[in-house]
């Protein structure tokens, strides 16, 4: 069975400071690595990754993906109180697995002022 | 782009009754998956469908049942309601082809 494990499952931290976390996957046919962000309701999506060490960059976000090792992370720099969240990684698998994501726990995050 | 749009936003119901709740895709997106949130399991995947056909189906009973019509739209049932159902429903659409999903604001349901 597809399987995604986040650590740590929950983060404080005071606005400025940088913060990585961690994805571990073992997905049979693995074919990319989705990060997203829920705050409220929906899970917003930040990145896809399919290839090892290409960088994805958005802003103050960025994210990583080795292949070889079956992890990403996502670096969040110069943290402010809205990136408070919790941060979903999700891996989609080919074959027959259309359009389902296998999600991992979650990692909250929480930044204070 | 209109986003993914869910109703009903709430929800609460009785045990033993049943519930259809809806999903309208990203304009031009064929691919509608459901998931349920809940705080023990997180988020797991319900169902996908595609072009009105089901593909893929994920480790639920079979009082989750869903449908997709020509326009995309795709609604999904739940039958006999158990106090286990309440839960978040999330529904994501992707394009053809493409790997990222963008999911609604959600079904938050309430089985009393």
């Known amino acids: 069975e597809d399987k995604v494990v986040q650590s740590p499952l929950s983060l404080v931290v005071h606005e400025g400071d940088t913060v990585t976390l961690n994805c571990s996957y073992e997905?049979?046919?693995?074919?990319?690595l989705l990060w997203y962000k829920q705050e409220k309701k929906a899970p917003t999506f930040l990145f896809m990754l399919?290839?090892?060490?290409i960088e994805k960059k958005s802003g103050r976000l960025s994210s990583i993906l080795d292949k070889k090792e079956l992890f990403s992370i996502l670096n969040i720099t110069a943290t402010q109180t809205g990136d408070s969240a919790v941060y979903l990684c999700?891996?989609?698998?080919?074959?027959?697995?259309?359009?389902?994501?296998?999600f991992g726990q979650g990692t909250i995050l929480t930044v204070h002022p | 782009k209109a986003g993914v749009t869910q109703t009903p936003r709430y929800l609460i119901k009785t045990r033993g009754q049943q519930v259809t709740l809806s999903c309208s895709p990203i304009?031009?997106?064929?691919?509608v998956s459901w998931y349920q949130q809940t705080p023990g399991q997180g988020l797991q995947f319900l169902f996908e469908y595609f072009s009105e056909t089901q593909r893929n189906k994920g480790n639920f009973p079979g009082r989750f049942s869903g449908r997709q019509f020509s326009n995309s739209r795709s609604e999904m049932n739940v039958s006999t309601l158990e106090l286990g159902d309440s839960a978040l429903y999330l529904c994501?659409?992707?394009?053809?082809?493409?790997?990222?999903?963008?999911f609604g604001p959600g079904t938050r349901l309430t089985v009393t």
């Open positions: 994501a659409s992707r394009g053809t082809g493409a790997y990222e999903q963008y």
């Open positions: 999700a891996c989609h698998a080919g074959g027959t697995s259309y359009g389902k994501l296998t």
């Open positions: 997905v049979t046919n693995f074919r990319s």
């Open positions: 399919t290839s090892s060490g």
């Open positions: 304009s031009g997106h064929r691919s």
